[in-house]
Every structure is written in C-alpha cells, then in structure tokens.
C-alpha cells in the first residue's frame, strides 16, 4: 500500500469500522461408545429371574452413571489447570507481547516487491526458525499440556512438536500420521 503511494487513512477507518464475524470454536470431537452386557449362569443350565435381571439392569446403569460423572470431573479437573495457568502466567500479556513483536516485525519488513524463490524459501525459514525458538522458550506451555485428560487441536501440537525436532516416529501412531497422545504425555 505505502509502495503505491495510497492514502492508507481510508483503509485503516475502514478496517477499524469493519464488523468481524464471530469465531466459533468448534465443539469436542466424541465417539459414541455403546457396550453389552452379557449374563451367564455359569453352567447352572438355569433361566435367570426376572428380580436378577433387574438388578442387573440397575447396575448396568449405575456404572454408566459413574463412568459419566467421572468423565464430567476429567474435564473439569482440565477446565481448572487451563484457569489456573492462565493465572499463573498472565496469557493474555503474553499473547499482546507476541501481537506486537509481529506487528513490528511486519514493519520493518522490506519492500516485497523484488522478492525472488531463493529470497522466499530464506524468508520461510527464517520464520520457522523464530516459531522454533518462541516454543522453545514456551516450552513449559507444552510440557503443561501432559497434565490434561482432554486436549483440543491435536494437529497443532503435533506441528510445534515436529518444530522443535521430534521425529514423525516419535510423535505418531506407528504407520499412520496421527498424533499418539497417551505416548506424548
């Protein structure tokens, strides 16, 4: 914009002024699991009463009550490290402090005009290169992950790990790309 000579004015009122649709997150992905219950008398060769399968029945339902409640205390027990890291470590000061390193970054960037394929693949490095150091320097933020039962975004984690130098063996599933987190943890 400055390279052309524009009125950038304009552009910032109208960016400013500009109504940004809401990001939604998306929800859990969750896998219904349906089990069955199956009642032997154990070589009694005998019909089971109707008061047996009842309690049966009551206690089917009571372990799936438990497992359910368990489960909602897994990701409470989350939703309570996330807070408290939060806390602890002030995010949103860290997330400002990384808004305005790149915005500076982004200021003094040269003219993209003369940019070439050599320049380009430098300039990617070089970028990979300050993600690499910025999770470095972060990677208590990472190592905190290990105490969550429940974790969102599973592929970005898997790309700051491959950033800081794990191996796709180390990180993966054997023979498949997905992200082994019990063996992460």
């Known amino acids: 914009m400055k390279e052309t000579g524009e009125d950038t004015t304009e552009l910032i009122q109208e960016h400013e002024n500009q109504q940004w649709d809401e ?17 032997d008398t154990l070589g009694q060769d005998r019909e089971i009463s109707e008061e047996d399968r009842q309690y049966l029945i009551d206690l089917v339902l009571w372990f799936k009550s438990e497992w359910e409640n368990n489960e909602r205390q897994f990701l409470s027990h989350d939703i309570d490290l996330q807070l408290q890291y939060f806390e ?53 933020a990472l190592i905190h992950l290990t105490n969550y039962r429940v974790v969102k975004f599973l592929g970005v984690i898997q790309t700051a790990l491959y950033l800081i130098g794990y191996s796709k063996e180390q990180v993966n599933i054997p023979e498949t790309n997905l992200l082994n987190w019990k063996h992460c943890k």
């Open 23 to 39: 990001i939604v997150e998306p929800d859990f992905l969750v896998t219904k699991k349906e089990y069955v219950v199956c009642v």
């Open 88 to 140: 602890k470590h002030n995010v949103q000061e860290m997330i400002q402090h990384f808004l305005e390193e790149e915005e500076e970054a982004f200021n003094h960037e040269p003219s993209h005009e003369e940019d070439d394929q050599d320049h380009s693949e430098e300039r990617l490095n070089y970028e990979k290169e300050v993600v690499k150091q910025q999770l470095l320097t972060n990677k208590e």
